[in-house]
């Protein structure tokens, strides 16, 4: 089993920014991809950002690109996500996940995900 545990979430104003970590422990394979998404209040969960396991690829959702930065620290098991110029729709409760599937990317799924963190973002 892989447990994935996010930190970082909070609330704040329009323009700022905030860094979300997920600690991932357990039985992890080398090779996995992981990713952010997040879910809002009345919404579907969507894509935030993923990266493949060495970090050299990385993909994010048009609504973010060029605001959030996606990346990892193998030898800490732990995955980042960097979010600048925040804005109110950015709110949303946010998940880690972890692609079991040694070396593919983009992953055909994720398997394991974070119980998430809350990120408000005022106006």
């Known amino acids: 089993q892989v447990q994935l545990v996010e930190s970082g979430g909070g609330l704040v104003q329009a323009g700022g920014s905030l860094r979300l970590s997920c600690a991932a422990s357990?039985?992890?394979?080398?090779?996995?991809?992981m990713g952010w998404f997040r879910q809002a209040p009345g919404k579907e969960r969507e894509f935030v950002a993923s990266?493949?396991?060495?970090?050299?690829?990385?993909d994010y959702a048009d609504s973010v690109k060029g605001r959030f930065t996606i990346s990892r620290d193998n030898a800490r098991n732990t995955l980042y996500l960097e979010m600048f110029s925040l804005k109110p729709e950015d709110t949303a409760v946010y998940f880690c996940?972890?692609?079991?599937?040694?070396?593919?990317?983009?992953?055909?799924?994720?398997?394991?995900w974070g119980q998430g963190t809350q990120v408000t973002v005022s106006s």
């Open positions: 996940a972890l692609a079991n599937y040694p070396s593919e990317y983009p992953p055909p799924k994720y398997d394991y």
């Open positions: 990266i493949s396991y060495s970090g050299g690829i990385t």
């Open positions: 357990g039985r992890t394979s080398s090779g996995y991809a």
